[in-house]
């Protein structure tokens, strides 16, 4: 039961809501004000706005819903329930009600984009790339909307079709963070077939860590592109930063493998054995600190037979969690005493 509005001047509600002024305009635009029914509709499109800035979700949805019913072309109100929907994770609901508000105008930037978002979110990449397409051809250089259709072709399989929207994402704003993280993802990908765009998938992150230094994941990303090149120690100062932002049990592996390629054994134990303090079940840092000791035992004069024993012991607990290793497998027959 939804007590009903105070009856406001235009003015006082012009004044209280702003989104209140696109509804007094569509009233006068449309030569409406004789009508009762669009009258009703509007009325409930208000009272809908006004439950949703209170946070009542529930009945926001219930009087733009009526709004809908008295007048099913008042694309606002489609609108503004899509977005509602889209908060309550609703997200065929919401991909509905931007579709018909789509159609209702074909010119509105912002419906086309939620409409892609959604069908990104469900996962109907081909959906989305059509609503993205419609959305840049009336903004061609909107940031997110040409960042998120690089991410649709990328993962459809189209890395070079996103490589060129992820590269106007940029253009459109050279100065967000996220765009050239994605362009650098996105030159990462490429790299695996051609190593000339594994240079430019780093020089795309570390701008993008230089205009917001607080991304812990773009870190991870950066690291992996030095790995791939054995820079070693770049990869490592990258991680430590990482490791700053926030530990993690893959930051801590990253750090472990690093050190253990510089050289440096104990601080490639240590490092390991953090990653498995964090997460006793991630197998890669156990796999890993398994390797440090077997490495430190066979270049021990006579071999240490007691850290030979504790790299056996890691690869066991690795294949009791994990059972599908073969090269550990390979390694514990290798390494394990003949009877």
């Known amino acids: 039961n939804t007590a009903r509005a105070p009856c406001y001047s235009c003015v006082e509600i012009m004044k209280k809501h702003r989104s209140c002024l696109a509804a007094a305009v569509i009233l006068l635009a449309g030569g409406l004000a004789g009508c009762s029914q669009d009258r009703s509709s509007l009325h409930y499109f208000l009272r809908g706005?006004?439950?949703a800035k209170k946070g009542h979700v529930q009945q926001a949805i219930g009087e733009l819903s009526m709004a809908i019913a008295r007048n099913p072309d008042l694309v606002l109100a489609y609108a503004a329930r899509g977005q509602l929907y889209k908060t309550r994770r609703q997200y065929e609901l919401a991909a509905a009600d931007f579709k018909r508000a789509c159609q209702l105008e074909p010119y509105d930037f912002d419906n086309h984009y939620e409409l892609g978002l959604m069908y990104q979110y469900l996962n109907e990449l081909r959906k989305a790339v059509v609503a993205y397409q419609d959305a840049v051809g009336l903004r061609p250089y909107d940031t997110n909307a040409n960042t998120n259709l690089a991410v649709v072709y990328a993962e459809g399989g189209h890395p070079y079709t996103a490589m060129d929207y992820a590269q106007r994402a940029v253009r459109g704003n050279?100065?967000?963070?996220?765009?050239?993280?994605?362009?650098?993802?996105i030159y990462a990908q490429l790299a695996d077939k051609n190593p000339h765009y594994l240079h430019l998938a780093i020089d795309e992150l570390k701008e993008s860590v230089e205009l917001d230094p607080h991304q812990s994941a773009i870190y991870l990303d950066l690291a992996a592109e030095y790995l791939k090149l054995h820079q070693y120690e770049q990869a490592r100062e990258t991680l430590v930063t990482a490791e700053g932002l926030g530990p993690s049990p893959l930051v801590s592996e990253r750090l472990g493998y690093c050190y253990y390629k510089l050289g440096n054994m104990p601080r490639a134990m240590r490092a390991y054995q953090n990653s498995l303090k964090q997460n006793p079940s991630y197998t890669q840092a156990r796999n890993g600190l398994g390797v440090v000791f077997m490495t430190q035992a066979l270049r021990s004069n006579p071999p240490a037979v007691a850290l030979a024993r504790g790299a056996l012991k890691q690869w066991r607990q690795s294949l009791r969690i994990k059972p599908n290793q073969p090269v550990i497998r390979e390694l514990l027959s290798e390494y394990s005493p003949k009877q």
């Open 49 to 51: 706005t006004l439950e």
């Open 174 to 185: 050279t100065k967000s963070a996220a765009a050239h993280a994605n362009l650098g993802a």
